[in-house]
Every structure is written in C-alpha cells, then in structure tokens.
C-alpha cells in the first residue's frame, strides 16, 4: 500500500520556522521526484518546491532563499524547512509526486500524495 504521511504542520508567528516532513512507503522513493504544493483558501495551489532523484531542487520565487526542501533516502523521506515564515505563507501543505494547477486553480495531484498538513503564521 503506498503511503505519504505529512508532519511538522502548525502555528507559528511572523518570521518564524517550521520544518515539514513528508514520509513515503510502498513505492521506490528514492527514484522519485518530490515535491511541495500548497493551496490557502481563495487562492490557487502554488508549486513550492521539488527534488529530484539526484538531489536538484527547483523553489518557487515567493519562498527561494526561505524554505530549503532536502530528502533523506534511507528513512524514505522529505523535509522542507521553512524559514523567515510570512503570513501569506499560510496554507495547507501537500507532499507529492506529482501534480499540476487545475483550470479552477486547484491542486490536482497524481502518483502518490498526502493528505496535507495546515501551516498557519500570524502576523
């Protein structure tokens, strides 16, 4: 059965940090591309950062030089660590192997995902 169980999710103030956890079994995690979508209320889901395979990283522009996402191979896990946190940061979290924007501005995953963590920083 495959698996992605999302931790680290909570509240934290303006300016400061979280580190997610996305945690993978029953498929070859360390073949997989990972990455971090998020989707805040009236918003469109946002692409936040992926790694490959081989360790490449893509950020999106609205959190390059804050968050830094990285695997672990051998505990079949990803971490993103999210630094310098901002209100407009606020949204849930989803781990994924794969996914796009829909039409409506929703996130559409496909492969393998999670349920999501909820990241909430006030000001």
Known sequence: EVQLVESGGGSVQAGGSLRLSCTASGFTFDASRMGWYRQAPGNECELVSTISSDGNTY??????????????????????????????????YYCASHGTIGRDGTCIFWGYWGQGTQVTVSS
């Open 59 to 92: 950020y999106s522009e609205s959190v390059k030089g804050r968050f830094t996402l990285s695997r672990d191979d051998a505990k079949n896990t990803v971490y993103l660590q999210m630094s310098s946190l901002k209100p407009e940061d606020t949204a849930v």
